[in-house]
């Protein structure tokens, strides 16, 4: 049968018409997505098309803030920008094209590169030459962005110090990590990454530092970065340090460091009620804000090798001679022995004649009680009771009090020294058996010769005094605040009550009293009217030049809130130089008091309270005192191994 088209079948004008119209509606709607990817989303597609591969970057957290007993955030963060290049990527050319944006020889930049290739070519990482760049390299940067092949500008925050002084030695600074560390903590840290290298910025570093964030970006062939990835689902945000909270006054720590200007000594100031440090000073020093961001090479070289040593912290780690700041611990000694009372009259002519040698005293004292003795600082009688005690005895109380040994602060122990307490055996081993005189500890009784301490030492030791037997472990840092849990902890640390009779440390007590408030004190010149201060001078005698200046005082003598050792290296007697300077410290501490020619321009403000989480900052609450525990490192210990 023979089929015929064309009557009123497929072919019919009517059919033909709606295939038309079929065609045209299906060309039309390609040609409207045609036109929506290549003119709508065209941009997008081009990129998605250039991304060869998604980049890692590492985003560098806030290090934790310090704040000073009184709240105020002292050493906080400022925003910087650095350069990073990621090794496998970079060219020759880009490396010359990028040493002539930064202005340093393209070989400088080349070895930086290959250094940091040697850990991870495939990781970005910051190079030295291109760390806290200003707005003029960033904008060339971005200007030849398409030759910088493997180049980045990242952000890398830097320290920033609200306050007028450094407190250098105690807070420390923080530096580019080298190579040796890099090996020795290991994944932890990449080349570039800054870390923490003196005081608490390197004992508090696995703290304060926070933890890196990641974020993922997709780039090109020609490793620049073209879009997010996933549209930043994927990124992890930095976590911030934890902040510190110090015990530290910073207004006395910049007192005492004008104070202290063109000196070289230390100044250390203890509360006496539980061992927070309230001030740390060491001269020389030199300028922490120099060494964050960017530090000059030829700075750095020239503080290391400055022959006055400003990065040697004098007041922790070199040892002198304590001269008569030490007569109160062979009076403590000789008391619990039961070889003096406080009523025990022993006579000074003016010297002390032992072997064929003769010790000076001030002038005749003639009989004298160990108040009026400590009052004058009488050689002749505590020489006497340097003979009384003897060498194993004297060690056996220098060591109650923390002498011999490192005391133990929050900061790296490569920071501390443990000084010299001699006893027989010590001197057995130095000079032989019949190499030293047996009235050896007549010197000792006043402070000279083997007996050997560190101003840290002694303000904890007068703290101790001050507080009737309780010796603390000296530290800087009170309480953190944990970011990641939101709450602020206190710090415990160590405690040992002296097994000194009370009545005992309250004659010595006595004795420093009068040294300051009644005629005849070796420091009654230095009598505040409205603060009953206690203290004791020293002029130590010193074998390569002029005596070192002493002066260690408490106070208010009935409720004793701050304890301070002053010494000056090579400045004569204690009275008139290092004194002068404790009395100001104390006065400014308790009762606000600036010499006029030294007062602040500015105040550092106070944080505000109400602005942050309530458990992070208490100023007004005063810290109860913990009952003495056995001693022992304080919780952090594994920070400070560093």
């Known amino acids: 049968m023979t089929q015929v088209f064309g009557d009123g079948g497929f072919g019919s004008p009517s059919r033909q018409r709606i295939f038309r119209y079929a065609v045209l509606a299906l060309v039309s709607i390609f040609v409207i997505r045609l036109g929506w990817l290549q003119i709508i989303e065209g941009g997008a597609y081009r990129l998605k098309a250039e991304a060869q591969a998604i980049k890692q970057i590492k985003i560098e957290p806030f290090r934790g803030i310090m704040y000073d007993r009184k709240g105020r955030a002292i050493v906080r963060n400022s925003p910087g920008f650095s350069v990073a290049i990621t090794p496998y990527q970079f060219t020759r050319e880009s ?228 001269g008569s700041t030490w007569k109160m611990l062979i009076a403590l000694g000789c008391l619990q022995e039961g070889l003096i009372t406080p009523t025990t009259t022993l006579f000074c002519g003016g010297s002390y004649n032992y072997g064929n040698k003769s010790m000076a005293c001030h002038g005749a004292h003639g009989s004298v009680q160990l108040s009026r003795a400590i009052q004058a600082s009488c050689n002749v009688y505590f020489a006497q009771c340097g003979m009384k005690l003897g060498p194993n005895r004297m060690k056996k109380y220098a ?119 009644e005629p005849g004190g070796t420091a009654f010149s230095l009598k505040i009217a409205d603060i009953a201060m206690c203290g004791k001078t020293g002029t130590a005698q010193n074998p390569q030049g002029r005596d070192h200046s002493w002066f260690v005082c408490y106070a208010p003598a009935d409720d004793p809130k701050i304890a301070v050792c002053v010494m000056i290296e090579n400045a004569g007697f204690g009275s008139t130089v290092a004194a002068p300077i404790a009395k100001q410290m104390v006065e400014l501490y308790l009762k606000g008091r600036w010499p006029e020619e030294l007062k602040p321009k500015s105040k550092i403000d106070a944080i505000d309270s109400t602005a942050v989480d309530s458990n992070r900052v208490d100023t007004t609450a005063k810290k109860k005192q913990e009952q003495p525990k056995p001693r022992g490192p304080f919780i952090l210990s594994a920070a400070t191994q560093r």
Request: charged content about 25%.
């Open 95 to 322: 490396c010359i094209r990028l040493a002539a944006i930064l202005g340093v020889p393209d070989s400088l930049v080349w070895a930086e590169v290959r250094k940091a290739a040697a850990y991870n070519k495939f990781n970005p990482a910051k190079i030295s030459s291109g760390r806290d760049v200003d707005f003029a390299v960033m904008s060339a940067i971005e200007e030849q962005r398409d030759e910088l092949i493997g180049v980045d500008v990242v952000i890398d925050p830097k320290r920033f110090y609200a306050f007028d002084g450094n407190a250098t030695h105690l807070l420390g600074y923080t530096r580019e990590i080298d190579e040796r560390q890099l090996k020795l903590l290991g994944d932890m840290y990449d080349p570039g990454d800054i870390t923490g290298q003196t005081g608490l910025e390197a004992s508090y570093e696995n703290y304060i530092r926070g933890q890196k964030g990641l974020q993922f970006v997709a780039v090109n062939n020609r490793g620049q970065r073209v879009s997010s990835f996933n549209e930043g689902k994927s990124d992890q945000p930095p976590g911030e340090g934890f902040d510190l909270y110090l015990g530290l006054d910073i207004d006395v720590q910049v007192l005492a460091e004008k104070l202290m200007h063109g000196k070289r000594g230390g100044a250390v100031a203890i509360d006496p009620s539980n061992g927070e440090v309230i001030a740390m000073v060491s001269m020389p020093d030199f300028d922490l804000r120099l060494l964050s961001g960017k530090t000059s090479r030829a700075y750095f070289n020239s503080i290391f090798r400055d022959p006055e040593e400003p990065m040697f912290n004098r007041a922790s780690m070199p040892a002198y001679p304590p």
């Open 399 to 517: 060591t109650m009090f923390g002498f011999g040994e490192k005391p133990g602060m929050d900061f790296p122990t490569s920071q501390e020294a443990k000084g010299s307490v001699p006893d027989s055996a010590y001197m057995d081993r130095r000079w032989g058996k019949r190499g030293w005189s047996p009235y050896a500890p007549a010197n000792w009784g006043i402070g000279q010769g083997e007996v050997l301490v560190t101003p840290l030492q002694m303000a904890r030791y007068t703290a101790a005094i001050a507080n009737g037997g309780i010796v603390y472990q000296p530290h800087a840092v009170r309480a953190m605040y944990n970011k990641v849990l939101r709450q602020r902890n206190d710090i415990p640390y160590g405690a040992t009550e002296l097994p000194i009779d009370k009545k005992y440390i309250e004659a010595v007590q006595k004795g420093m009293y009068m040294v300051v408030n």
